[in-house]
């Protein structure tokens, strides 16, 4: 197993089989990232693949706001201003690895969202498998209200998950969408009212633990890939992530709980 890495200053790793929790802890600056934070993600998240014990990935944050994006206004604090071409260079090592880890790591992300999620903030929620938000949360993209454009994969999952007007009206218009509006759209798995996010969270990512591991990790991996192949390539995919789940030892367990006639406990192996 790849040891999991020291996490930097406002991210928690706790590590309790079979769930590892993620908890943003910067609620001074409403839970915004930085650098340290994003490459601690990538590399948490890659271990996490390789972890046999862990089943569920929980994410989640301290005080009343989920996560305001990427920490600007600390990168501009620093004192020296970066050569022209900065974002170019620093985003393909920071956001644009962490959004596919997301998307491609086997452990199921259950996201448990209060207040803001705004910017990068938005974007992990639309990465994870399943969001539980506050109906109140407040998911927002406000890049053309800055005068910039989307980034952090907001453009490719919005439209692919709430359709293309109303990415469009996220998007280009910077429109603010609650967490029941969210829900109602299909952006999240679900709202619920604010003091319940966390139990909501945690009962879930406790489902996705005591499943079938192995073949839901293998259904995500075909969920996401599914939209960049064609209908043949993806029925070959799926028959080989068929064979792989056949031989776990949890397709066994079920063949052997429907003989006895009682629910499956499934190990994840």
């Given at each position: 197993m790849k040891p999991y890495p020291t996490p930097p200053d406002g991210l928690h790793v706790v590590s309790a089989p079979p769930i590892l929790t993620l908890t943003f802890d910067r609620p001074q600056r409403r839970n915004s990232l930085t650098d340290e934070i994003v490459l601690a993600l990538i590399d948490t998240l890659e271990a996490a693949s390789a972890d046999?014990?862990?089943?569920a990935v929980v994410l989640n944050a301290v005080g009343d706001n989920f996560c305001s994006g990427f920490d600007l206004a600390g990168r501009a604090g620093s004192g020296s201003r970066p050569r022209p071409g900065s974002i170019s260079r620093r985003m393909p090592y920071l956001v644009n690895r962490l959004i596919p880890v997301m998307l491609e790591v086997q452990v199921p992300v259950v996201c448990a969202v209060r207040g803001w999620a705004v910017?990068?903030?938005?974007?992990?929620?639309?990465?994870?498998?399943?969001?539980?938000?506050?109906?109140?949360?407040?998911l927002r993209a406000p890049f053309t209200s800055m005068g910039i454009t989307p980034d952090s994969g907001s453009s490719w999952l919005l439209p692919r998950l709430a359709?293309?007007?109303?990415?469009?009206?996220?998007?280009?218009?910077?429109?603010?969408?609650?967490?029941?509006?969210?829900?109602?759209?299909?952006?999240?798995h679900r709202a619920v009212p604010v003091g319940q996010v966390d139990a909501e969270a945690?009962?879930?990512?406790?489902r996705l633990a005591a499943s079938a591991t192995v073949a839901v990790g293998l259904a995500k991996t075909l969920i996401?890939?599914?939209?960049?192949?064609s209908l043949e390539a993806h029925l070959g995919d799926e028959a080989f992530a068929m064979e792989l789940s056949s031989r776990s030892a949890d397709f066994r367990e079920w063949a052997e709980s429907r003989k006895e006639g009682r629910p499956p406990d499934f190990t994840g192996r």
């Amino acid at each position: 197993m790849k040891p999991y890495p020291t996490p930097p200053d406002g991210l928690h790793v706790v590590s309790a089989p079979p769930i590892l929790t993620l908890t943003f802890d910067r609620p001074q600056r409403r839970n915004s990232l930085t650098d340290e934070i994003v490459l601690a993600l990538i590399d948490t998240l890659e271990a996490a693949s390789a972890d046999e014990e862990v089943r569920a990935v929980v994410l989640n944050a301290v005080g009343d706001n989920f996560c305001s994006g990427f920490d600007l206004a600390g990168r501009a604090g620093s004192g020296s201003r970066p050569r022209p071409g900065s974002i170019s260079r620093r985003m393909p090592y920071l956001v644009n690895r962490l959004i596919p880890v997301m998307l491609e790591v086997q452990v199921p992300v259950v996201c448990a969202v209060r207040g803001w999620a705004v910017g990068l903030g938005l974007s992990l929620v639309l990465a994870s498998d399943f969001a539980v938000a506050a109906d109140d949360a407040r998911l927002r993209a406000p890049f053309t209200s800055m005068g910039i454009t989307p980034d952090s994969g907001s453009s490719w999952l919005l439209p692919r998950l709430a359709g293309v007007a109303r990415a469009k009206r996220m998007l280009m218009l910077g429109e603010e969408v609650s967490g029941a509006e969210a829900a109602a759209w299909g952006l999240i798995h679900r709202a619920v009212p604010v003091g319940q996010v966390d139990a909501e969270a945690v009962a879930l990512a406790a489902r996705l633990a005591a499943s079938a591991t192995v073949a839901v990790g293998l259904a995500k991996t075909l969920i996401h890939r599914s939209s960049g192949r064609s209908l043949e390539a993806h029925l070959g995919d799926e028959a080989f992530a068929m064979e792989l789940s056949s031989r776990s030892a949890d397709f066994r367990e079920w063949a052997e709980s429907r003989k006895e006639g009682r629910p499956p406990d499934f190990t994840g192996r």
